[in-house]
């Protein structure tokens, strides 16, 4: 039997590029959860956890290692998510950093960008038992990877300046993923793009109209 985690366990084609089972639940998972966040709903967390199951075993079987290692941070994250959304539900606890803390969440993003991405450059040979191919992009691999964590974090403290980073995000996966040759998951980065903008559009109205 084939392994469903295969990413050549093919599923299907569109217009010609073959959709493995693994890009598909992933992609799925991934676009219920972006669109629970976009609402503010508690279903994020509990649809995000399977999505970082999937793409866990999807960025390693592209080599995507930094991407990869993501999926730890969110799959723990998302657990942390569930249990504080579920304690304060109100839309009003949605609020705004200061000036000092976004200089310091952008100065954070591309200092561990710039150290990510020279430790990912190296993985294969640090550990070459484990990581026996380079890593493919590691620096924009790894800005994905902290602006991500990053971008989690606020959602999680339902900071409005979340969706500013997931747009930034989102840019760079759609160009990440589309050079690597996986179109279907560069496709989803599209539609979390406009979910992105609906989300900050969303929270706004949530935050000054309740």
Excluded at 128 to 154: C, E, G, H, N, R
Aim: aromatic fraction near 20%.
């Amino acid at each position: 039997m084939t392994d469903i985690f295969d990413i050549s366990n093919i599923i299907g084609e569109v217009y010609g590029y073959p959709i493995s089972y693994i890009e598909l639940l992933a992609t799925l998972s991934g676009l219920v959860s972006v669109y629970c966040a976009s609402r503010a709903s508690i279903l994020t967390w509990p649809t995000g956890t399977f999505n970082a199951v999937f793409l866990f075993v999807l960025f390693y079987q592209v080599q995507l290692y930094a991407d990869m290692f993501l999926q730890v941070y969110f799959f723990i994250v998302t657990l942390y998510g569930w249990y504080y959304w579920n304690k304060k539900k109100d839309d009003k606890d949605i609020t705004t950093l200061q000036a000092k803390g976004r200089f310091v969440t952008g100065a954070v993003v591309v200092c561990a960008t710039l150290i990510a991405g020279y430790l990912f450059s190296h993985i294969h040979k640090y550990l070459p038992q484990y990581f026996k191919i380079q890593a493919a992009y590691p620096y924009a691999d790894s800005f994905i990877m902290v602006a991500s964590i990053t971008a989690t974090t606020l959602l999680v403290q339902k900071k409005i300046e979340n969706w500013y980073l997931w747009l930034m995000v989102n840019i760079a996966s759609i160009m990440v993923y589309y050079t690597k040759g996986i179109y279907f998951l560069s496709l989803e980065y599209v539609v979390f793009l406009v979910l992105a903008s609906y989300g900050l559009y969303n929270w706004h109205k949530k935050q000054h109209h309740g």
